[in-house]
Nanobody, 115 residues
Framework: QVQLVESGGGLVQPGGSLRLSCAAS????????MSWYRQVPGKERELVAL???????NYGDSVKGRFTISRDNAKNTVYLQMNSLKPEDTAGYYC?????????WGQGTQVTVSS
């Protein structure tokens, strides 16, 4: 049974940092493309960052230079380091695991950037 459990969200002031974690189980983690998406109610889901099984990365334009995705295959965990946070980064953040046509989703963790 595939499980993705996000953690690390919370309330942070503008300019601050957070690190999200996503602990994975139930599948061969190292073979999957791992991604972070975010969504604000009433808006479309947005790709934040992805990391391939080989370690290649890609970022949404709005987070380039501020966010860093990484993975630890020994711990079956993917991370999202978020720096220089802005109020517009406020959203639910979701971890996904994709192999071929199948994508699994976590339950999400809320990030709120506010003074």
């Amino acid at each position: 049974q595939v499980q993705l459990v996000e953690s690390g969200g919370g309330l942070v002031q503008p300019g601050g940092s957070l690190r999200l974690s996503c602990a994975a189980s139930g599948f061969t983690f190292s073979r999957y493309v791992m991604s972070w998406y975010r969504q604000v109610p009433g808006k479309e889901r947005e790709l934040v960052a992805l990391i391939t099984s080989a370690g290649g990365t890609n970022y949404g334009d709005s987070v380039k230079g501020r966010f860093t995705i990484s993975r630890d295959n020994a711990k079956n965990t993917v991370y999202l380091q978020m720096n220089s946070l802005k109020p517009e980064d406020t959203a639910g953040y979701y971890c996904t695991a994709k192999s071929g046509p199948t994508r699994h989703w976590g339950q999400g963790t809320q990030v709120t950037v506010s003074s």
